[in-house]
């Protein structure tokens, strides 16, 4: 298994590009099953979920190839099962979004029950709920989700909360659906809009994506596209985190800074200097030490869940206590526990981490616990005195390209070493 020896070392500078979202292509990738024509993505980021939604996909009988880096294309005419089976659903939550387009186009679908995951409960019951909604039966057999539906019927759907993949899913039942579909307060997040741009260059009809009420005219066929992933707001995030942690100072490149608002404010407040262009980020914390800074997580455009860790990694060296509270996820504390071992002052109260800054940790040995823990293990050890041993690394790798290398870049002593 997979760890990485991080050497904590002085300032990280230069200049890194954002990798296409993950976030944003593993439903664009479950958007091919829609239509019978090739659909051709670029941007694709190289990480172990895509590589996981490829097998799911090829599984069922979808042509799928990458033709160069980053380049993604896939025929799903000659599809041969309808099933998405537990092995690889267990090991990526996202899975469920091949129930949606499935069920659209072809009429039934088999998804695995996601199960518990480490974060939370994370139920799919909206999902389903907008699916009956629009006229599919639904059954839980054998631990499956067994969907069936002559063909979808345009619906009124409310999520009375809001769920990012659960919009996504019904987004793309109700592009081939019969008549009209209201989402309403539906996820606003860049990657929905992603999606929504990808599915009308299929030949959707979609209206108000981005807003909390999106409308769809359902057509009878999409036909195949060309699209660009939008850049990966959360990993670019990460790294404008790792330039204050470390006091130093990075340029992000190949991004969208509006997409990074909640971050950039949160920066400015621990005392950075932003300067931010059409397509990138300048976060300058050289020769001070960041202030704390106080959250809580929101569905965006609030500050996003997935970028909580990292901020309490940084919260961990800040000048002053800072508060976290997080509001999606219960149980998505994990990442407090190992940021204890390398010597942070972090007390949890229910949904609330109150951290009060140290001036230095010290590396020690630590695990990481889910994708985002994992990168504020990373972020925090990047600071430390010594060495941080990170074992599990895995989880970073499902969500962060090549993470040792742009971190290198930069100036970091990160090696992955296997044992
Ligand atoms: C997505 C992101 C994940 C991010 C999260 C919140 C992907 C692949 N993953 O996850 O990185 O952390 O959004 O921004 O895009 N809920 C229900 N019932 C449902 C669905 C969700 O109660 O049917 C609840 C969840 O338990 C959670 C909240 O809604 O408390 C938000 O979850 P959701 O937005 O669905 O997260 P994901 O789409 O799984």
Redesign the pocket.
């Known amino acids: 298994m997979d760890k990485f020896l991080i050497e904590g070392n002085g300032p990280l500078t230069g200049e890194v590009a954002a990798s296409g979202a ?3 292509a ?2 664009i990738l479950c958007a091919s099953l829609l239509t019978d024509d090739e659909l051709r993505l670029s941007n694709v980021p190289d990480l172990h ?1 895509v590589v996981t939604t490829k097998k799911l996909l090829a599984q069922m009988g979808v042509a799928v190839a990458s033709p160069g880096p980053g380049l993604f294309a896939a025929t799903a005419r000659g599809i041969t099962t309808c099933v998405a089976p537990y092995e690889l659903v267990k090991t990526m ?2 899975s ?2 091949v129930l949606g387009p499935l069920l659209a186009k072809r009429g039934h679908a088999e998804v695995s029950l996601p199960g518990g ?1 480490a ?11 907008g699916l009956k909604a629009m006229g599919a039966e639904i059954t839980l057999e054998d631990g499956f989700i067994k969907a069936r539906a002559t063909r979808l019927k345009g619906a009124r759907i409310y ?10 899913n019904l987004l793309m039942a109700a592009v081939l659906a019969d008549g009209e579909t209201v989402l309403e307060n539906a ?1 606003r ?1 860049p ?1 929905i809009v992603d999606l929504a741009n990808c599915l009308t260059a299929m030949g959707a009809k979609i209206s108000g994506a981005g807003t909390g009420t999106i409308v769809v005219q359902g057509v009878r066929d999409l036909h195949g596209a060309d699209h660009r992933v939008i850049p990966d707001r ?1 990993e670019g995030g990460t790294f404008l985190v790792a330039a204050a942690i470390t006091r130093g100072r990075v340029r992000l490149t190949k991004t969208d800074p509006n997409a990074l608002d909640a971050v950039i404010v949160k920066l400015q407040q621990a005392g950075a200097k932003v300067a931010t262009g059409a397509d990138w980020i300048d976060v300058d914390m050289r020769h001070q030490r960041p202030h704390s800074v106080n959250l809580h ?1 929101m ?2 455009p609030g500050f ?3 970028m909580q860790a990292q901020f309490m990694a940084l919260d961990c060296y800040a000048d002053g206590v800072g508060t976290i509270r997080e509001t ?3 149980n ?1 504390f994990m990442h407090a526990q190992e940021l204890l071992r390398l010597g942070a002052d972090i007390r949890i109260e229910g949904n609330t981490a109150i951290v009060t800054g140290r001036e230095k940790l010290k590396g020690a040995p630590v695990m990481a616990t889910d ?2 823990a994992s990168a504020a293990l990373v972020l925090a050890a990047i600071a430390a005195e010594g060495t941080t041993k990170i074992d599990r690394v895995y989880h970073i790798d499902r ?1 962060y390209e090549h993470i040792e290398e742009k971190l290198g870049a930069l100036g970091a002593r990160i090696a992955r070493v296997k044992d």
């Open positions: 993950k976030n944003a593993l439903p979920d939550r996202a469920i979004l995951c974060i939370g409960a994370r139920p799919v019951d909206l999902h389903l709920m999520f009375d909360t809001v769920t990012v993949t659960g919009t996504e996820a997040e990657e959360i997580t569905a965006h996003p869940t997935d999606i996820f219960e998505r994708l985002r969500g």
